[in-house]
């Protein structure tokens, strides 16, 4: 069974660096085929992909966060982290962890975390 | 980046119905389209993939078509458990991008 979980800060105030931290089980990092990534939704408005990182390292973000966003796996811990840079209020959203494999979309959704940016 | 434009933004039916859901990209995505389903305060749950491909599990009163730059999502009976926003995505180019969203309530 496939499962992912995120955690983190809820309250980051704004110009801090969030780090987010996705552990997930039921399947490896290390297989062919196999990609987690992150998503975010603030409050009341539409789903927005962030990145993805696949088994073989291919790793791509949402361009206009590429110079703030990081994403790094442990294979070993199986864990993504997500870390985002000068956060800012307009960065208050619940974030998922998701798992896809190559050909299909994203098909198992951690719970969501939300994070608020606010001094 | 692709943009995916979703119509309605908000559709009201009786249970029963057969709705659709419009999911237009401002360039080709080929099929690789996905439909995802979310209730309030939930992660969402996708419903179909490669644009017309049911998930395992998902009902079969959901079904989806198009392909290039044109899709759909229906759903051919309306039941009670079907109101919540549904969401198209894109996965044919990085950055991949979602729709904003189509509401669906019943009557």
């Known amino acids: 069974q496939i499962t992912l979980k995120e955690s983190g800060p809820t309250l980051v105030k704004p110009t801090q660096t969030l780090t987010l931290t996705c552990t997930f089980s039921?399947?490896?990092?290390?297989?062919?085929?196999?990609?987690v990534g992150w998503v975010r939704q603030p409050p009341g408005k539409a789903l927005e992909w962030l990145a993805i990182?696949?088994?073989?390292?291919?790793?791509h973000y949402l361009s206009s966060l590429k110079s703030r966003l990081t994403v790094t796996k442990d294979t070993s811990k199986n864990q993504l982290d997500l870390t985002l840079t000068n956060m800012d209020p307009v960065d208050t959203a619940t974030y998922y962890c998701?798992?896809?494999?190559?050909?299909?979309?994203?098909?198992?959704w951690g719970q969501g975390t939300l994070v608020t940016v606010s001094s | 980046d692709i943009q995916m434009t979703q119509s309605p933004s908000t559709l009201s039916a009786s249970v029963g119905d057969r709705v659709t859901i419009t999911c237009r990209a401002s360039?080709?995505?080929?099929?690789?389209l996905a439909w995802y389903q979310q209730r309030p305060g939930k992660a969402p749950n996708v419903l179909i993939h490669?644009?017309?491909s049911l998930e395992g599990g998902v009902p079969s009163r959901f079904s989806g078509g198009g392909s290039e730059t044109e899709f759909t999502l229906s759903i051919s009976s309306l039941q009670p458990d079907d109101s919540a926003t549904y969401y198209c995505?894109?996965?044919?180019?990085?950055?991949?991008?979602f729709g904003q969203g189509t509401k669906v309530e019943i009557k």
């Open positions: 039921g399947f490896s990092l290390s297989t062919s085929g196999v990609g």
């Open positions: 490669k644009a017309s």
């Open positions: 995505q894109q996965y044919s180019t990085y950055p991949w991008t």
């Open positions: 990182i696949h088994w073989n390292d291919a790793n």
């Open positions: 360039q080709s995505v080929s099929a690789w």
């Open positions: 998701v798992h896809r494999i190559v050909g299909g979309g994203l098909d198992y």
